[in-house]
C-alpha cells in the first residue's frame, strides 16, 4: 500500500475530499502545499488538486489522515494509461505503412495507421476506466495522521 498524508478539504457522505500534503517543499517559499506563485502556476492558473478518497474512518474536514492506494492497482492504471495507447500508435504505423504501394506514401499511410492506432488505444482505455472504478482501484483513508508537521500556506509569496 503507498501511503502518504493528506488534510481533508470537504466530506459528501462516504467519501473525503483530499489534499496531499507533499513532503518536500517546492523550493520557492519553502511551503509543502501549492501556491501558484511559480512562473508554470502562473501561466497554467495553478491550483491544488483535490482527491476523492473512501471515507473508512469518518475524517472531517481539517483532519490530517494517511491515505493509500493499493500498489498492483497503480502499476495496472499506468501500465493501461500508457502502455495501450503507444503500443496500439505503434501498431497502427506498422499497420498503416504496410498498406503503402510505394516508398513515397509510406509515411503519409504510417502517420495515419498510427493516428488510427492512437485513436482505438484512446477509446479502449475510456471503456475501461470507466469498468475499473471499483474500490480497489480508489485511494483510501486508512487512518488519522501522527504527524506533528507544522501546515503552513503560500499565498503570493507571504508565509503566513
Not at 475510456?126 to 472504478?133: I, K
Amino acid at each position: 500500500m503507498i501511503e502518504e498524508q493528506a488534510v481533508v478539504v470537504g466530506v459528501e457522505h462516504d467519501t473525503a475530499l483530499l489534499e496531499i500534503v507533499r513532503n518536500k517543499p517546492c523550493g520557492l517559499c519553502g511551503q509543502t502545499r501549492g501556491c501558484g506563485v511559480s512562473v508554470l502556476g502562473r501561466l497554467l492558473g495553478h491550483r491544488s488538486s483535490v482527491v476523492r478518497a473512501e471515507n473508512q474512518i469518518n475524517a472531517q474536514t481539517g483532519d490530517m489522515v494517511v491515505v493509500g492506494l493499493d500498489e498492483k492497482a497503480l502499476l495496472a492504471s499506468s501500465l493501461a494509461a500508457y502502455g495501450v495507447p503507444l503500443i496500439s500508435l505503434l501498431i497502427g504505423a506498422a499497420l498503416g505503412g504496410s498498406f503503402a504501394t510505394d516508398r513515397a506514401s509510406a509515411d503519409i499511410y504510417a502517420l495515419a495507421g498510427a493516428g488510427a492506432g492512437l485513436a482505438l488505444g484512446l477509446l479502449w482505455l475510456r471503456g475501461h476506466s470507466a469498468r475499473r472504478n471499483g474500490s480497489g482501484y480508489r485511494p483510501v483513508v486508512l487512518r488519522p495522521s501522527t504527524s506533528d508537521a507544522e501546515m503552513r500556506f503560500c499565498k503570493q509569496g507571504n508565509v503566513e
